[in-house]
């Protein structure tokens, strides 16, 4: 089929390319031509595992295709998928700026019968009222469909997400957009069906709700966590043993330093403020919120506890991983990102480690001065008093002991729990953490 993405960031990327490699003749746009004239040549502007390999082969095939103009997005394509971003007003209300200036280019642009796929996260109620703007711009009487299709791709396992997906949600009521959405995942959906549909307003809020949800869990864990904390409780053994129960399940139970990316804080303001629009008190959705942005601080304050404010003047650290997760190098709102900007004011110098996203955390850290950027993680460790573990990379499971004895502290912040408490302190080195 003859499909069109819009906007080509993470979202947009990931379906262009899967849809490529199923056979699908695709064609992204995006208004920003240096990312256009790039991804010609298959460079892509951020780290997803595989990629940059789907990408390649299909580019190789010309089975996808980038263009910044919209007669060519336009050109007779079964559908189409909106995929730019929702940024946050401060308020968190969600800004749909760059799906209205879409939506005014598609209907200035489109010259034949398609469907309309609005794939960004947006607020109940907003497809039907692009479907409105469209109208008021459209000239000619065509037939345009327009259908929510919300995506649920982890950064780092995007591509197989896609591939692989739990659920295919299609907000429509529509016969005819239900079958053409059976065709375009049909590759996706063949051995079970994936696809659910439902009206356009239950798909919006579906996508809200889950994220928020999956935050939900990882602040509980992290509440239950603080009590288990000041008492001899390991958050561990409690995880394990709720997540036994089957209507519990064993996923996103993990305790640390709380979550961060792109997804979980933006899309729990832009569902806090669903509510407030409708006079609704948001009462869980706030107390997630809440957690998660005090749950780094519980970390300081073992730092603080442990040094006074004064020797940590005169103190260098080390920190390990600064992207919002491992297997990705996007640094949006992670939890590292602001452990260090806290952590500056008060200590000597920090040395910052992370396998790929070095160079988003320098740009984003541009204006602090005492911060030294590493291409080994043990380099200097020697000078630094204790290690602060911000991101669960892989290559962080299993430290060199010997390595971790040089701290002049001996101190080791595990922010993630995934260190053996047991043989760090049997070698003498100084574990902290929460509730382990
Ligand atoms: C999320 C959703 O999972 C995905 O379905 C949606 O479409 C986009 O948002 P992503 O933002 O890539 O995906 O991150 P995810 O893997 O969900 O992790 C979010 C944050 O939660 C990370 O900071 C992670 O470290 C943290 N987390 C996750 C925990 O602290 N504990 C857990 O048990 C799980």
């Known amino acids: 089929m003859k499909i069109s993405i819009i906007g080509t960031g993470y979202v947009g990327l990931v379906t262009g390319a899967c849809f490529a490699e199923i056979g699908h ?13 790039k991804l010609n040549n298959a460079s892509i502007p951020f780290y997803e595992p595989g990629l940059e390999r789907i990408l390649k082969k299909s580019l190789e095939k010309n089975q996808i295709k980038f263009t910044t103009n919209y007669s060519l997005a336009c050109k007779n394509p079964d559908a189409i998928f909106v995929c730019v971003g929702t940024p946050s ?3 968190g209300k969600p800004n749909l700026k760059f799906i209205k200036n879409v939506i005014k280019s598609l209907a200035l642009a489109i010259n034949s019968e398609t469907v309309i796929f609005l794939k960004s996260t947006v607020p109940v109620g907003t497809t039907a009222s692009m479907e409105r703007l ?35 949600i299609v907000g429509t009521k529509s016969k005819k957009v239900q079958e053409i959405s059976k065709n375009i995942f049909h590759a ?24 928020s949800f999956l935050a939900t869990k990882i602040s509980f864990m992290n509440e239950i966590a603080r009590l288990a904390d000041s008492t001899s409780a390991n958050i561990d053994d409690v995880r394990k043993g709720m997540g036994a129960d089957p209507r519990i399940g064993s996923a996103f139970l993990y305790s640390g330093l709380g979550y961060g990316g792109s997804c979980f804080p933006k899309d729990i303001d832009g569902l806090i403020s669903s509510f407030k629009d409708k006079n609704l008190h948001p009462s869980i959705l706030e107390a997630v919120k809440t957690v998660n942005s005090s749950q780094h601080k519980l970390y300081l304050k073992k730092i603080y506890d442990a040094f006074s404010k004064a020797k940590l003047k005169n103190m260098s650290i080390h920190i390990w991983g600064t992207s919002f ?33 070095l160079k988003n955390t320098k740009n984003e850290l541009i204006d602090l001065q005492n911060l030294v950027f590493l291409r080994d993680k043990y380099t200097n460790i020697k000078q630094s008093n204790f290690l602060i573990l911000a991101t669960e990379w892989k290559e962080f499971w299993d430290p060199d002991i010997k390595k971790l004895q040089s701290l002049k502290s001996k101190t080791v912040i595990d922010g993630r729990n995934i260190l053996n408490r047991k043989h760090l302190e049997s070698s003498g080195i100084n574990y902290l953490c929460i509730a382990r």
Request: charge should be positive; aromatic fraction near 10%.
């Open 25 to 37: 003749s695709v064609t992204c746009l995006d208004i920003d031509s240096t990312r256009i004239r």
């Open 89 to 91: 007003y401060k308020s």
């Open 134 to 168: 469209f109208k008021k711009y459209l000239k000619s009487k065509l037939d345009i469909a327009f259908a929510s299709n919300p995506e649920f791709l982890k950064e780092g396992s995007a591509v197989n997400d896609f591939k692989s997906p739990d659920r295919i």
């Open 188 to 211: 996706f959906n063949h051995q079970r069906s994936r696809i659910l549909f439902t009206s356009i307003e239950s798909s919006e809020l579906i996508k809200y709700a889950a994220n």
């Open 325 to 357: 997760k491992p297997e990705t190098d996007d640094i949006r709102d992670s939890i590292s990102i602001k452990l260090i900007r806290s952590l500056s004011k008060d200590v000597k110098k920090i040395f910052i480690y992370d396998p790929i996203a």
